[in-house]
């Protein structure tokens, strides 16, 4: 083939597959054309949510999780076998037994119920605590009385709301903490506004209204917006009659909680699902809200600490405390607390006195609701026995279930929530404490909290110290039951805190105080 010929070749060669081409092109878009002329077909309808299953493996036939399906605790080796003792059922049955005096004060008719600071109920969870220091032979065994300022009770309360044709109740409707009192009742027109900032307040007219502000919480813990953002205050500086608090956005809790600083006008707080039926009352038209609070202060009354000793065998000490006051049944708050405590001391009680390097003095301790009148106690009247304190232990809100935020649900899981952590001491303190919680596998959050908070939060720094705690959105409210208390969790921590003392009984005082003072950061 000559150069010429091969030339005109592939120019014939280019222009049959230029025109394939084009064929394919034109024929795709005309297929393309074609398609879109096709009528679509209707789109799905949305599915209608499915209803939860029935087989729930992992809960029992209350819908709770059951306690042998939580994550199980790490097991025992040579090393630790020693704290085999220190067992989850055992210290979840103790929970149960303070838990029940909750309940007498329920049963007995009580609206405002619980081991309420400076009631019998307080007085009968001391008697339980000493009847369980003298079973284990425990020396100096003792009660420290404290006087109470006047304390708040409610006595008797009333609350409507009529719109629409219809009036409700709400079964989780509580008085505010501290809440003035409504004492021949109130009668006024509701008006509703959110979130309660200084948005949702603009250009509104709250004087004499009854205001409803939704209060949401941090997922994970009972904070909450209303407090954060000054809700409830500004309401009341706007004159409002009185303030109905709707607690978080899932479940339906019943809560004792407090207005915040600065608030004059009497408030309530409500379960989130009987608070939408309000908020929903409010949106379909004019609402009025009839609300009536019978309150008194009680001057006089009293509140007793329970000391007992575990003797050593020198002059030094290690104290483990736990409170002992809480509302409704109180098992995370401190149910669990009192259960480490008690726990604690059967398993040293155990050991003959000739190994304890230390006395180990236990402490229920009173009013800590109220102000922990224990804690300056110690400070300021102890002073003998915090110069030879190698630690403070203080047992509160040890072992919370986790929950899920789902939608207005909090979802159980089968794991225990995380706990917030303080140590203050030396260096060797804080790596042997958190050794300690690697080794039973206690959870921990990353960064440790800048100051312990609770029973121990006015005395932390006044000798070595140690706490963990964990406060969830069910603290305080009608859901703190023992359900959310898992055996595993309160396991974890006994047998922790357990290794921890052991370690810290060969360690000197010195070794294990904070000199010099560590470095610490800001928590936002």
């Known amino acids: 083939m000559t150069p010429r010929t091969m030339k005109i070749a592939l120019a014939a060669t280019a222009i049959v597959a230029l025109a394939g081409l084009s064929g394919i092109l034109l024929g795709g878009q005309q297929n393309t054309t074609a398609q879109a002329q096709q009528p679509r077909p209707a789109a799905e309808a949305p599915r209608a949510p499915r209803p939860t299953p029935a087989y729930?493996?992992?809960?029992?036939?209350?819908?709770?999780?059951?306690?042998?399906a939580f994550l199980p605790g790490q097991p025992l080796t040579d090393a630790t076998r020693v704290y085999a003792d220190i067992e989850g059922r055992k210290m979840k049955a103790l929970v149960n037994e303070v838990v029940a005096i909750s309940r007498r004060s329920r049963d007995d008719g009580?609206?405002?119920?619980?081991?309420?600071?400076?009631?019998?109920?307080?007085?009968?969870?001391?008697?339980?605590?000493?009847?369980?220091?003298?079973?284990?032979?425990?020396q100096d065994i003792h009660?420290?009385?404290?006087?109470?300022?006047?304390?708040?009770?409610?006595?008797?309360?009333?609350?409507?709301?009529?719109?629409?044709?219809?009036?409700?109740?709400?079964?989780?409707?509580l008085p505010a903490s501290g809440?003035?009192?409504?004492p021949t009742g109130l009668e006024a027109e509701a008006i509703w506004l959110g979130l309660g900032t200084a948005a949702d307040i603009m250009g509104r007219d709250v004087k004499g209204k009854i205001a409803v502000i939704h209060t949401m919480l941090a997922p994970g813990q009972m904070g909450q917006s209303a407090n954060f953002e000054g809700s409830v205050r500004r309401a009341s500086e706007a004159g409002a009659a009185a303030v109905v608090v709707i607690w978080g956005y899932y479940e339906n809790m019943a809560v004792w909680q407090g207005l915040g600083a600065g608030v004059t006008a009497?408030?309530?707080?409500?379960?989130?699902?009987?608070?939408?039926?309000?908020?929903?009352?409010?949106?379909?038209?004019?609402?009025?809200?009839?609300?009536?609070?019978?309150?008194?202060?009680?001057?006089?009354?009293?509140?007793q600490s329970v000391y007992g000793t575990l003797p050593g065998t020198t002059d030094e000490h290690i104290i483990v405390m736990a409170h002992m006051d809480g509302w409704f049944d109180a098992a995370l708050d401190n149910a669990s607390g009192l259960s480490a405590m008690v726990t604690l001391a059967e398993h040293y009680a155990k050991i003959p006195r000739a190994q304890r390097r230390r006395n180990i003095v236990f402490i229920g301790t009173a009013g800590h609701h109220v102000g922990s009148p224990n804690a300056p106690y110690l400070r300021d009247k102890r002073a003998d026995l915090i110069a030879k304190t190698a630690v403070m232990i203080n047992c509160e809100h040890i072992s919370a279930a986790q929950t899920l935020n789902w939608s207005t649900r909090l979802r159980e899981t089968t794991s225990v929530w995380p706990r917030r952590w303080w140590v203050h001491g030396s260096q060797r303190l804080v790596d042997l404490t958190l050794a300690a919680y690697h080794t039973f596998g206690v959870g921990v959050v990353g960064d440790m909290d800048p100051s312990a908070t609770g029973e121990m939060g006015q005395i932390d720094t006044?000798?070595?110290?140690?706490?963990?705690?964990?406060?969830?959105?069910?603290k305080h409210t009608d859901k703190d039951i023992p359900?959310?208390?898992?055996?595993?969790?309160?396991?974890?921590?006994?047998?922790?805190?357990?290794?921890?003392m052991d370690e810290v009984n060969k360690l000197e005082l010195s070794q294990l105080r904070a000199t010099p003072a560590r470095p610490t950061t800001q928590q936002p």
């Open 56 to 68: 729930q493996p992992l809960l029992d036939a209350e819908r709770r999780v059951r306690e042998e």
């Open 266 to 303: 009497p408030g309530f707080f409500v379960g989130f699902e009987d608070g939408k039926v309000l908020r929903d009352m409010i949106a379909a038209g004019p609402v009025r809200i009839s609300a009536k609070l019978t309150t008194e202060m009680r001057s006089g009354l009293k509140t």
């Open 462 to 474: 006044i000798a070595p110290s140690i706490q963990i705690i964990r406060s969830p959105e069910n």
């Open 110 to 138: 009580n609206k405002y119920w619980g081991r309420i600071a400076g009631t019998k109920y307080e007085a009968m969870t001391g008697d339980w605590v000493e009847g369980k220091f003298k079973a284990l032979g425990m």
């Open 179 to 182: 809440s003035a009192p409504i």
């Open 143 to 173: 009660r420290v009385e404290f006087d109470l300022r006047p304390q708040w009770f409610p006595l008797d309360w009333s609350f409507t709301a009529t719109g629409g044709g219809k009036t409700m109740t709400f079964k989780t409707l």
């Open 483 to 500: 359900e959310f208390v898992p055996a595993v969790g309160l396991e974890a921590v006994g047998r922790a805190w357990a290794k921890a």
